[in-house]
């Protein structure tokens, strides 16, 4: 059973830092391209960051770029978002997603989420 969970979320005032993780089981984690969403109140879900396991490449959305970080560590099967500089407009549930590459090519999977709320 394939599972992404989600943690770390939480309140914090404008100017502050979160960092969530998402722990995924039930997947060869090395490959899978690890990416974060997030979805505000009343608006659509979407794209916020994303790890390549190719040439371990990264990439921002510009609304978090220079504020937020996507690591991972293959050994803890674990994906994190280190947020920092946290606005208001940050504020939503987040979500931790895999999408399989190589022989896992046709997988993707979602996690429950995690809230975040920036606010003073």
């Known amino acids: 059973q394939v599972q992404l969970v989600e943690s770390g979320g939480g309140l914090v005032q404008p100017g502050g830092s979160l960092k969530l993780s998402c722990v995924a089981s039930g997947i060869t984690f090395s490959n899978y391209d690890m990416a974060w969403f997030r979805q505000g109140p009343g608006k659509e879900r979407e794209w916020v960051a994303r790890?390549?396991?190719?040439?371990?490449?990264?990439n921002y959305a510009d609304s978090v770029k220079g504020r937020f970080t996507i690591s991972r560590d293959n050994a803890k099967s674990t994906v994190y978002l280190q947020m920092d500089s946290l606005k208001p407009e940050d504020t939503g549930t987040y979500f931790c997603?895999?999408?399989?590459?190589?022989?896992?090519?046709?997988?993707?999977?979602w996690g429950q989420g995690t809230q975040v709320t920036v606010s003073s």
């Open positions: 997603n895999a999408e399989g590459k190589y022989s896992d090519y046709d997988k993707e999977y």
């Open positions: 790890f390549f396991v190719a040439m371990d490449y990264k």
